[in-house]
């Protein structure tokens, strides 16, 4: 594991801390959503919170403008307190580590659903049921279009890819038989 990641890790259990006791994780972890969304979407507010040749404090006065009226304070600070120590740039690894603590405290996973055609909610929320058996947790779903499936789905929870596809199928039966044949 990077010192990085490390870092990353302290500060998202810190932040999950203060949120645990005020009885705001899920909160927490839509605002920083927000905050990540916010860097995504402008390029330019991402460089130049990153670049080394801007000062302190005229970041940290920016992203007080910026979110100050949108985020609660103790996100807020967080956000501060990783620009203050020179850690902007784990703001995406803080954020991600942050929502893997809180999912783990809050039985919750998030799954990314593949499927060549869109679905219902009602298909979505029949996945996230049986995925949330499989698993034991509440699972959140993502519907992902993936024309190059020629059918069935494939579901991705963390790390672990749950291949129902036909493509997939396919490809597991190619390696049977190749083994087979290698015999």
Partial sequence: ?????????RYAKALFEVAREQQRVTQVEQELGHIITVFRNNVELSK???HPGIGDDVKIGLI?????????KAVLQA???????????LLEAFVNA???????????????????????????SGIAASFGNLTGKHIRVESVIDKSLLGGIKVRIGDRL?????????ERLQKSLNQTQAL
Avoid: C, H, W
Wanted: glycine residues 6%; hydrophobic residues 40%; negative net charge.
């Fill in 64 to 72: 007080k403008k910026i979110f100050e009226s949108d985020v609660s």
């Fill in 162 to 170: 749950y291949d129902g596809s036909l493509s997939g199928k396919l």
């Fill in 98 to 124: 942050y929502i893997k603590i809180a999912d783990a405290s809050l039985s919750q996973a998030n799954a990314i659903v593949y499927t060549p055609v869109s679905l219902t909610q009602e298909e979505l």
């Fill in 48 to 50: 130049l919170i990153k």
């Fill in 1 to 9: 594991m990077s010192q990085d990641t490390i870092a990353a890790n």
């Fill in 79 to 89: 956000l501060l307190l990783l620009i203050e120590r020179g850690r902007e740039g």
